[in-house]
T-cell receptor, first 113, second 112 residues
Framework: DGGITQSPKYLFRKEGQNVTLSCEQN?????MYWYRQDPGQGLRLIYY???????QKGDIAEGYSVSREKKESFPLTVTSAQKNPTAFYLC????????????FGDGTRLSIL | GESVGLHLPTLSVQEGDNSIINCAYS??????FIWYKQESGKGPQFIID?????DKRQGQRVTVLLNKTVKHLSLQIAATQPGDSAVYFC???????????FGSGTRLQVQP
C-alpha cells in the first residue's frame, strides 16, 4: 500500500547528541513537510521541501536540519542546539502545489534521557 | 498511546447524537481549509476539506461549514459513534503559502 513511513516510532536522545528521524513516502509526492506537535498545541511547521535538493525553513526551524536528496525521503535531524526536543514529530507529503490535503505518517516520539 | 493534547477543549457527546466542532481561523487570506482526525499514537487523518469559494461541503456523515465573515469553520458529525472519539484539528492554508497552519485541536469523547 502507498503511504508515509516514519521510523523509529520511539526515539531517545542523550544530552548533546544529534538524532535523525526517518520519513519515507512511496506516493510519488513532490512536497514533504516536518511538523512538531506538543501536548495541548496544534502542529507547528519545522521544514518543508517542494522538490528534490530544495527545502525551506518553517516557523520553528532553529535546532533542526533536513536534507532532500531523493524524492521519496526527507530525514529530519534534531541537533544538540534544540534545547527542548521532547515532542511528537510528524512527517507529511502532498502530490502537487495546489489546494490538496497533506497525508501524514504515524509520527516519531522523541524523548530526552 | 501518545498523548496528543493533554489540555485540549473537550466535547463529550452521547453515541448517536450529532457533534459540532468549531474552529476560528486567523487569516482572512486563507483560501483552503481542512479537518483532520487524530487518534492516540497516530498521525492526522484527512476528513474533509473546503475551498474559500464555498460555504458548505458534505461527506459521509460529516459536513463542513465555512463562514468567512466571522472567520469560523465548523465540522458536523452525524450520528456520532465511539470510533469517532479522537482529537480533531482544523487547518488553513494562506494564499501563496505552501504549508498549512493548524489550530490547537478539540478532543471529542463519545459516550456509549
Amino acid at each position: 500500500d502507498g503511504g508515509i513511513t516514519q521510523s523509529p516510532k520511539y526515539l531517545f536522545r542523550k544530552e548533546g547528541q544529534n538524532v535523525t528521524l526517518s520519513c519515507e513516502q512511496n506516493l510519488n509526492h513532490d512536497a514533504m513537510y516536518w511538523y512538531r506537535q506538543d501536548p495541548g498545541q496544534g502542529l507547528r511547521l519545522i521544514y518543508y521541501s517542494q522538490i528534490v535538493n530544495d527545502f525551506q525553513k518553517g516557523d520553528i526551524a532553529e535546532g533542526y536540519s533536513v536534507s532532500r536528496e531523493k524524492k521519496e525521503s526527507f530525514p529530519l535531524t534534531v541537533t544538540s542546539a534544540q534545547k527542548n526536543p521532547t515532542a511528537f514529530y510528524l512527517c507529511a507529503s502532498i502530490e502537487g502545489q495546489g489546494n490538496q490535503p497533506q497525508h501524514f505518517g504515524d509520527g516519531t516520539r522523541l524523548s530526552i534521557l | 498511546g501518545e498523548s496528543v493534547g493533554l489540555h485540549l477543549p473537550t466535547l463529550s457527546v452521547q453515541e448517536g447524537d450529532n457533534s459540532i466542532i468549531n474552529c476560528a481561523y486567523s487569516n482572512s487570506a486563507s483560501d483552503y481549509f481542512i479537518w483532520y482526525k487524530q487518534e492516540s499514537g497516530k498521525g492526522p487523518q484527512f476528513i474533509i476539506d473546503i475551498r474559500s469559494n464555498m460555504d458548505k461541503r458534505q461527506g459521509q456523515r460529516v459536513t463542513v461549514l465555512l463562514n468567512k465573515t466571522v472567520k469560523h469553520l465548523s465540522l458536523q458529525i452525524a450520528a456520532t459513534q465511539p470510533g469517532d472519539s479522537a482529537v480533531y484539528f482544523c487547518a488553513e492554508r494562506v494564499t501563496g503559502r505552501r504549508a498549512l497552519t493548524f489550530g490547537s485541536g478539540t478532543r471529542l469523547q463519545v459516550q456509549p
